[in-house]
């Protein structure tokens, strides 16, 4: 007869005998990526309107 599940006490998720969660190292991964989504962003924000240069037409 196989062991039952047991539930992570830090999530809740429900993990067969044996299996280690990985609800921690899933959080540090969030921090990490949210950090570096963070860094990617300028300073700044730019809210200038882009400038339409006129077209030049030839002979005109």
Do not use: F, I, N, W
């Not at 809210?47 to 037409?57: A, F, I, N, Q, Y």
């Amino acid at each position: 007869m196989s062991k039952p599940y047991r539930v992570c006490q830090k999530c809740g998720a429900h993990l067969d005998a044996g299996e280690k969660c990985d609800c921690e190292d899933r959080a540090e991964q969030e921090v990490a990526q949210g950090a570096a989504d963070t860094a990617a962003q300028p300073a700044t924000g730019d809210d200038r309107e882009p400038v339409l240069m006129p077209v030049l037409m030839p002979g005109a």
